[in-house]
């Protein structure tokens, strides 16, 4: 095989497995589907969130490695969710109001808000005060609860 053709073939492996991996991603076979991972992972989150919360209120025994540790995972866990929210995936089981679909600008702007308070809480966990982690509780906790009062049922 000639080095060219060799590079060649690479190159046509690496795209077809990104082909292949990228819509595995991006998309579920059913609306159920979706439905799952997406409250899976507000699920994962909101245990890590839970957690520095809970330090940052005195109902968990404050450790600056386990909130910079839990904040990590929050802050992480916090971009998959909304990958779960599909065409579709307004029925079933979910308390997700139908609005959010109507208007997904506003409801990513609001899911984008808590995000980037998740990111300045997880810069506040690594800094190891604790005041300084309880405000960025509070206004991570604020973010949640917004978009809860919109776009999420009772
Ligand atoms: C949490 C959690 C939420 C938010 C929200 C804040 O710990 O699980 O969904 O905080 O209750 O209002």
Redesign the pocket.
Known sequence: MTRRFTTLSMTAAGLLACAIALPAAAQFAKPEDAIKYRKAA?TVM?RH??IV?GMANGKIPFDAKAAADNAEIATMVSKLPYAGFVEGSDKGDTKAEPKIWTEMDKFRAAASKMQDEMVKLNVAAKGGNIDTIKAAVGDT??A??AC?DNYRKE
């Open positions: 507000f909101a969130f839970g919360a906790g604020k949640c609860k809860h």
